[in-house]
């Protein structure tokens, strides 16, 4: 029964601090084609790595404010990416000779954690298995009862959960960025 609530723990802990990460090599670059569409599991792209290099990763309000024309651009090797909806966008719009280059970019993404029961804490330390238990419990907690005295423990468990994953959200994201 408590399964499911471990689930959502391990997926309230990953929106936090992204412990839960996929390196990913199934889009593939087409000549003239400059958005496409993310991996079903994706949250968050970390980085792109095409030909061996970095990519600049940009938001859509810097290209506004920078009057980037981005649908606009001659095609060429991309330089930047951004994230628009579910699509990845690439800058500029990558031609022939970019695809012969590296068909296939290399994508770091936070990807949604494999399902509990499957694989149980995949990719989270071990000494911070606890935390999605606290979600849990308060989720289980604020799904089943209705009294009082257990709804103020849901919310000292939240509280705990929330203050246990920003503690360790630093350790994470240097992680990632290491791998």
Not at 136 to 146: F, S
């Amino acid at each position: 029964r408590l399964t499911p609530h471990l689930q959502e723990g391990l997926n309230a802990l990953n929106r936090r601090i992204g412990y839960h990460f996929t390196d990913d090599t199934s889009i593939t670059l087409v000549d003239g084609t400059q958005e496409y569409t993310l991996m079903a599991d994706c949250q968050d792209v970390e980085w792109v790595e095409w030909n061996s290099d970095l990519l600049q990763k940009v938001d859509m309000d810097h290209w506004r404010r920078n009057n980037v024309k981005w649908r606009q651009t001659p095609i060429d090797f991309p330089r930047e990416y951004a994230i628009y909806g579910r699509k990845l966008i690439f800058h500029p719009t990558p031609n022939a000779r970019a695809v012969t280059a590296d068909s296939a970019p290399t994508i770091r993404y936070i990807s949604i954690p494999a399902e509990y029961s499957a694989n149980g804490f995949a990719q989270l330390n071990s000494q911070d298995h606890r935390i999605p238990i606290y979600y849990a419990g308060a989720d289980w907690l604020l799904t089943w009862t209705r009294s009082e005295a257990d709804m103020k423990r849901a919310e000292f468990l939240m509280s705990v959960f929330e203050r246990e994953a920003a503690e360790v959200a630093s350790v994470y994201a240097a992680r990632r960025m290491q791998a």
